[in-house]
């Protein structure tokens, strides 16, 4: 029984997938000829978890573009053909827009693999260090305790029993996070706002030492985050 061009069309398709020149698109993967590729935004997402593309929503004066537009310069390669002439390599220029477009060009882009140069690229050029508070943000059973005066209050001072509890020996300078007023402070009921501060300080350090994640992590999600 010959099928008809609609049926022939339906099995050329896979499920959330089209069928393009050859190949198939399926979600962000790209199957041709029994190769599989994956966008260069997923390889980073599967491949390095400790890196993220930076935000267009931010401005490009923000020192992560420039610190991305710092290693574009510098690899003297100018593999994007953009012009760069009288630009600075020593961090202090605003990167242009068009480099800030052509990272989110590439994150689009299909690779096989991680050891494709454009992934090199990529990565290289357009992310930044992934925080603790982007682990906390996306994460679906965790919050930021408000530190709004009146704001998560028994929340707030739950957090400090345990930093106590786990700093009950320490003097000044030798507890977990090092807060200046330790010595005045561990004795008190509520939160002082050294603690609070240095929540959000702490969150904005880098997650990942290596490929592993650093011990901040688990000390910010104990005395800096209620659960959803």
Known sequence: MSLSFSSKLALGSLVGGSAIGGGIFAGSKYFLKGVEKSSLFSLLKAKNPEKRLISKTISNSDPTWKAAWKNYLLSNSNSWSLNVEGAK?????????????????????????????????????????????????????????????????????????????????????????????????????????????????????????GSLLVEDYERVLDWCTANL
């Open 89 to 209: 390599k020593d961090g202090t220029d605003v990167p242009p827009s068009d480099f800030i477009n052509r990272c989110y060009e590439k994150s689009e882009g299909m690779v096989e693999d991680e050891k494709d140069p454009l992934y090199s690229q990529f990565l290289n050029y357009c992310t930044r260090d992934t925080l603790i508070k982007d682990l906390v943000l996306d994460s679906a059973s965790k919050r930021f305790l408000d530190k709004t005066s009146g704001k998560d209050t028994s929340e707030w001072k739950s957090s400090w029993d345990s930093y106590k509890s786990k700093n009950a020996d320490k003097t000044t300078g030798k507890d977990k996070w090092a807060l200046t007023d330790w010595q005045e402070k561990h004795g008190q009921n509520d939160a002082p706002d050294s603690f609070k501060n240095k929540c959000t300080e702490k969150a904005s350090v880098s997650a990942y030492s």
